[in-house]
């Protein structure tokens, strides 16, 4: 039963959450970029008419084309009631959730994989993940999950996965009821038990809609054309198949959407026996074409064996959820409306001379060239059928798709070559060949001048081969586009691609040191050790357990703040953005949405009232929430739209047109700022001065680096809730800082500190984006539900949330150093300039220096960091803000003294630290060197590089010392219930991935001497835990564990005098006892660093080792050697997953995530996940290590263990000096020089491409 206002653009996403009310199943990018919203589908395929399962992005399904399906979602596998499903229980036993976010979506995913019918290999497990991103994890723990349910999994991950399920399932423990188990779970999900529609698949619908909009359900071509002829020139139509293409460019408004999932016709194939044709249903699925591909290739390789090659490419586009859907038909369609459209099916069947048939209204149906498809009117025509030749093997064939990360990205250039050649005479070229390329510009697709050289020439001749790519070269002419690589990146990329493809023809002809160009970086199936120890005796404390609250974000009833059922009245927001600055707002046009069915209200500056601000107590500068006059940066939000959906208020908020007057250009460019010295845009922020100059001086250097900003990506979007009450306000805001919200929403609506209650379960990732700057979102909301005394709920759009909302402090450093005969520093001037944005309020200086002169010799260094202000919004701490930056600056400045004196960084290292940590950093450098092998290795490394010319390796060593200190406050309220001895906890800090719950009820239990199970931990509040400092910065774990154990003391004490009294009691009758004796079991304490200091250095040192691909700058971390210092960690399974994530985290930071502005409106045009590209399963270490220090109690923490949240990510800098030593390698073969360098971060291809120094004449065979 579909209610009647659902209208044909509402989502199967938007259906399952706000009309099913089933709210496990999330969302995030609503592009099929991210994979928190995968549900799986069972339907009869309209072809074979068989019954297919496999997974889809809910986000991108209109729920109307879900006609005759059944779908699955993550409730109705499992949960706590009823049993959890395997795939939960394995991914929560691997320990593979942190903030939980993303799990729904993983365990659907995993779920479609394991009941498509496929036999399910470790490998279609890593290679299906692309889909899905985490920002928590690290990805490591969530493959091994899955790894464990496939067929060939290892005896190590088959033996965890069934010791989970015996766990949980043979009556050991079971997490629903915390006793043992009774059997009945995995009972609710049955295969059996579907009820698929297939009766009514097949047939035709026609809904017409209350704007005129209609849905046309149509099962035959016919029919198809029965549509068009009601259409005319000014209907916008659309053949809908997949509709993922909206997760490309925004379909926007459609007049009359043509169903064509149930057409036949359009999802057969067959040969044509005459010809041998291939010829496919226009709309057959890119997962389908790859089975077809693979079949006919391995049947009849004398004429497919091509096709193998195309199947191959086909796995690179988009994701499994998109490719089960998504069409070729479509895809090609995407390429016809938008030729800069980089697509992958387009230029993989233009190279082998794909035709199509193409059907007119009229019943003519001709067939076009690709080519001649993109010169066509498609007005009332239909793509009927993609033919595809035979190819003996006579045909050499060569696609590639280069892009910024291993999986789910578009290609930056994408290629295919199809030559016929004659093999035995150096392969010379018998017809023109198809050279063709994407991602260049608009009308480039054939290299034709290239084509008409090669015709008659032989492939494996130099001197042919040098000219080709001259002339390749010449002609290919990349436009510039926004958001998109750099022209000159695109064509080097393009000749590379030429070059690895002539490469690859016959391997056997090209000389050893070249021949590794002809392949592309090869990575095998990834897997990760962790090493730690436990110490029994003192269980729960040390003991590795999956997070409390795994179970629950497996089955998708971990409640995130969205989640919370919608109440009556309720309304959403979202916050108008301008999209140019700076300049003066002239005004803010809102006619276009004053009639817009749903739209409530728009409120501006001038409804707020009290005071129009962002942050009102640690406040520096005045940040207005909503801009008045000035508009200091694109991005800055003028007001708040109120509608009935968050669907329409989204709508509505890009509606709004803000006209900026004075427009004046962006200052966007750090360096620039820094090199200009101008004073109205810098000052300084702090400084540690140096308190001696050595003079022992053999050699100066001078240098800089710069790196770069991060977007958090936290995968539950800045959200907010707000119900007024008689009270005042309730709060409920996805925040990591309720103290601060609770001074911005009374501020903002001029009402005292105590009619506003915030409240917080859990975030969906903070990384630190949630502290100050959920302010936006949450006093907005606050805002709009005060003025219409409504409930109102807000949810940013990835979009407005990277647009808005700042992200980590890009740093610019400059030095100057002298060093003597060994390296060691004799001086050092520092000056860093830090990217603020536009305001001072987030302060980032003081951590530099703090940070920043910890673990080498400081008293000769000098720090001046200067703050720096530019035309975007207020940047804000992000996981390890400033130490990461700084750490980078210092370790950048050890390789670069080791470059100089010809040394091995690792002792210019030993040469410069602190006395204080010689003896411990001396030492694990030495385990770890023992542990990962790295001698070998780097001899093996350096014979690598000298052998190959086109692939380099390199590998790195980096120490760390990290300083601690808790200057933060949180409190913990402990209530113990008479009755059943049970307790209740509440505390200051917040849930946000991090474990804090899992390690407090630990240490709670330790303390008490009583069973895990009888805790549990309810929400942050601003009643119990007031004026509590915001989580962050690895301490709050820390701090509140300290306060529970203090709680726990008091409670203690005061039931000494019944435990004397009576001292053979058990818990639960001591506590009723003490409460028949009127002793107060209810405790608070909290944690004061006057009181309880606690600061320590946390140690680590990885060794990273990297192989580069100098043709077309890809990177793979072939293997990483984590050794962290974690004390005795309280909960290692926790530790070991904060360890990986921060560390994968920093991986993207140095290598893939890019922030681009545009130059001329300060608009950030890296927004959505098609363009901004954190690490995903496919990116992180091949081989991952991570062991924990041994036997190290850390007499100064709690319970003896380290902070272990951001650290490592300190760490990940070693990945850029590993990719530094491959590149020079190269860059010496290129110039014969071994000179220091500097190159752009993050350590794209595009820049490790351009840094290579490769040329034309340097190619050879
Ligand atoms: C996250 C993501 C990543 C992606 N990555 C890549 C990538 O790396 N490389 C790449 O090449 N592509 C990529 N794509 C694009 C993807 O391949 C296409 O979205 C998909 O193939 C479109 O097919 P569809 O059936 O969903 O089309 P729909 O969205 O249903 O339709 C798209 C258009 O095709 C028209 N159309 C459909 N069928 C016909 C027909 N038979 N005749 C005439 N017109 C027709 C429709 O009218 C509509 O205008 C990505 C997409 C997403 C969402
Ligand atoms: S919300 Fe659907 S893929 Fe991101
Ligand atoms: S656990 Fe995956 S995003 Fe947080």
Not at 137 to 162: H, N, Q, V
Not at 564 to 583: E, H, K
Request: proline share 4%; aromatic share 8%; charged share 20%.
């Amino acid at each position: 039963m579909i209610p009647p206002d659902i209208n044909p653009s509402t989502t199967l996403n938007a259906y399952i959450r706000d009309y099913a009310l089933a709210k496990g199943t999330k969302y995030m990018c609503q592009e099929g970029g991210c994979g928190a919203c995968i549900v799986t589908v069972k339907r009869i395929n309209s072809a074979t008419q068989k019954q297919e399962t496999f997974g889809v992005n809910s986000c991108l399904v209109p729920v109307y084309s879900c006609h005759g399906w059944s779908i699955i979602t993550i409730e109705g596998i499992g949960n706590r009631r009823n049993g959890f499903h395997k795939v939960q229980l394995t991914l929560a036993g691997f320990n593979g959730t942190q903030c939980g976010y993303c799990s729904p979506g993983m365990v659907m995913n995993m779920f479609s994989l394991l009941n498509s019918g496929k036999n399910i290999t470790m490998k279609d497990v890593e290679n299906s993940f692309g889909s899905n991103i985490c920002r928590c994890t690290g990805y490591r723990s969530i493959l091994d999950a899955f790894k464990s349910l496939a067929s060939d999994a290892t005896p190590e991950l088959k033996r965890k996965c069934a010791d989970i399920e015996d766990l949980y399932k043979e009556g050991k423990i079971c997490p629903k009821t915390n006793e043992g188990c009774n059997n009945t779970c995995h009972k609710l999900y049955n295969k059996n038990n579907d009820n698929l529609l297939s009766d009514i698949s097949n047939i035709s619908i026609k809904m017409i809609f209350n704007d005129n909009t209609k849905w046309f359900r149509v099962t035959t071509i016919k029919e198809i054309y029965e549509v068009f002829e009601t259409t005319d020139t000014s209907t916008k139509y659309m053949l809908l198949a997949g509709h993922t293409s909206n997760g490309v460019y925004r379909i926007g408004h459609i007049d009359i959407y043509i169903d064509i999932n149930a057409v036949s016709d359009l999802h057969t194939y067959t040969v044509d026996p005459d010809t041998g044709n291939l010829i496919l249903g226009a709309n057959v699925s890119l997962t389908r074409a790859i089975t077809i591909f693979k079949n006919m290739a391995s049947e009849k390789p004398d004429k497919y064996a091509y096709l193998e090659q195309l199947a191959n490419h086909i796995e690179l586009v988009a994701n499994v959820p998109v490719r089960n859907i998504g069409t070729l038909a479509g895809n090609l369609s995407i390429k016809y409306n938008n030729r800069n459209f980089p697509s992958d099916i387009f230029i993989i069947l233009e190279a082998v001379k794909t035709k199509l048939t193409i059907g007119h209204i009229t019943g003519i149906v001709y067939e076009y060239s690709l080519q001649g498809y993109l010169q066509l009117d498609m007005y009332q025509r239909l793509i009927i059928n993609i033919i595809l030749p035979p190819y003996d093997s006579s045909y050499v064939y060569g696609s590639y798709k280069i892009m910024q990360r291993a999986q789910n990205t578009h290609a930056d250039v994408n290629s295919a070559f199809l030559v016929k050649v004659n093999k035995n005479d150096k392969f010379r070229v018998l017809e023109t060949p198809n050279i063709v390329f994407g991602g260049i510009n608009t009308n480039f697709i054939h290299a034709t001048n290239t084509e008409t050289y090669l015709n008659g020439k032989q492939l494996l001749n130099i001197s042919v081969l040098k000219e080709a790519c001259t002339i390749l070269k010449s002609e290919v002419k990349p436009d510039s586009i926004n958001a998109e690589t750099s022209p000159l990146y695109r064509q080097s990329l393009a000749v590379n691609l030429f070059y690895k493809f002539i490469l690859s023809l016959s391997p056997d002809n090209v000389s050893t040191k070249y021949k590794s160009g002809g392949t592309l970086l090869e990575r095998p199936l990834s897997s990760g050790k962790q090493d730690f120890q436990t110490e029994k005796l003192i269980w729960p404390i040390t003991k590795p357990i999956p997070k409390l609250e795994a179970f629950l974000q497996c089955s998708g009833e971990a409640e995130f703040v969205n989640d919370i059922p919608a109440v009556q009245n309720q309304l959403y927001a979202a916050v108008v953005l301008t999209r140019t600055g700076p300049g003066l707002l002239d005004n803010i046009d809102t006619s276009l949405i004053k009639n817009m069915p749903g739209v409530v209200k728009f409120l501006s500056a001038k409804d707020i009232p009290g005071k129009n601000i962002i942050i009102s107590y640690t406040q520096v500068e005045i940040e207005e929430l909503f801009a008045e006059k000035e508009i200091k940066f694109s991005g800055q939000p003028v007001g708040v739209v109120i509608a009935t959906t968050q669907q329409i208020a989204n709508v509505a908020a890009e509606r709004v047109v803000v006209k900026v007057n004075n427009q004046q250009k962006p200052v966007l460019d750090l360096r620039e700022v820094a090199q200009s010295g101008d004073k109205n845009r810098i000052s300084i922020g702090a400084t540690k001065p140096a308190t001696t100059k050595k003079t022992d001086i053999k050699l100066k250097l001078n240098g800089s680096l710069l790196v770069g900003s991060q977007y958090h990506y936290t995968m539950e979007t800045h959200t907010c809730f707000c119900i007024p009450t008689e009270d005042g306000i309730d709060v409920f805001s996805a925040t990591q800082d309720l103290h601060m919200m609770q001074n911005n929403v009374a501020a903002v609506l001029a009402v005292p500190l105590n009619s506003v209650f915030v409240r917080t379960k859990r975030v969906g990732g903070g990384y630190g984006a949630k502290l100050i700057r959920s302010a936006l979102v949450t006093s907005a909301c606050a805002l709009a539900s005060n003025n219409l005394k409504v409930p109102v709920r807000s949810v940013m759009t990835m979009e407005s949330n990277m647009e808005a909302i700042g992200k980590r402090f890009p740093m610019y450093g400059q030095y100057e150093i002298a060093i003597n005969e060994k390296g060691v520093i004799q001086y050092a001037n520092l000056n860093t300039y830090s990217n603020m944005g536009k305001f001072f309020n987030d302060t980032i200086c003081k951590s530099l220096t703090y940070f920043g002169p910890v673990l080498y010799e400081d008293n000769v260094w000098d720090y001046k960091c200067y703050a720096a202000r530019l035309d975007i919004p207020s940047n804000t701490y992000c996981r390890s803000p400033g130490s990461t930056e700084i750490i980078a600056l210092n370790e950048y400045i050890m390789e670069h003294i080791a470059h100089e004196i010809k040394q091995d960084p690792v002792s210019i290292r030993l040469a410069n630290i602190k006395q204080e940590h010689y003896s411990v950093i001396s030492t694990l450098i030495a385990d770890l060197k023992k542990n990962s092998d790295f001698d070998e290795r780097k001899t093996a490394v350096d014979t690598f590089n000298n052998k190959n010319r086109w692939k380099k390796r390199g590998i790195t060593l980096v120490p760390m010392c990290y300083a601690y200190d808790i200057n933060m406050k949180y409190s913990v309220l402990l209530s113990v219930y008479a009755g059943d001895g049970t307790i209740a906890l509440t505390h200051g800090g917040v849930e946000i991935g991090q474990g804090i719950n899992t390690k407090v009820v630990q240490a709670c239990a330790y303390t008490l001497g009583i069973d895990m199970n009888m805790i549990r931990v309810t929400s942050t509040n601003t009643i119990t835990a007031p004026n509590n400092s915001g989580t962050g910065g690895s301490v709050a774990s820390d701090s509140v564990t300290i306060a529970v154990i203090e709680c726990c003391k008091i409670l203690l004490q005061r039931l000494d005098p019944i435990k004397k009294k009576y001292p053979n009691l058990n818990w639960k009758d001591l506590i009723n006892k003490a409460d028949a004796e009127f002793v107060d079991l209810c405790c608070e304490y909290m944690y004061s660093p006057i009181v309880i200091p606690r600061k320590y250095n946390i140690y680590g040192v990885v060794v990273t080792e990297v192989e580069i691909d100098l043709l077309t700058g890809q990177h793979q971390i072939v293997r990483v050697d984590l050794l962290e210092d974690a004390g005795q960690s309280i909960s290692p399974l926790v530790d070991i997953g904060q360890v990986e994530g921060a560390f994968v985290m920093g991986l993207g930071y140095y290598l893939n995530e890019k922030l681009i502005y545009d130059s001329n409106t300060g608009n950030l045009l890296t927004n959505r996940s098609w363009n901004y590209t954190p690490p995903g399963a496919k990116d992180i270490p091949i081989d991952f290590r991570v062991y924990f220090r041994r036997d190290v109690p850390n007499h100064l923490g709690i319970l003896r263990s380290k902070a272990t949240g951001e650290p490592p990510l300190c760490l990940s800098v070693s990945v850029v000096f590993a990719i530094r030593n491959a590149l020079a390698s190269g860059r010496k073969d290129a110039t014969g020089k071994d000179e220091w360098f500097e190159i752009n971060l993050p350590y794209t291809p595009e820049n490790i491409l351009l840094s290579a120094e490769t040329t034309i004449e340097q190619f050879s065979l």
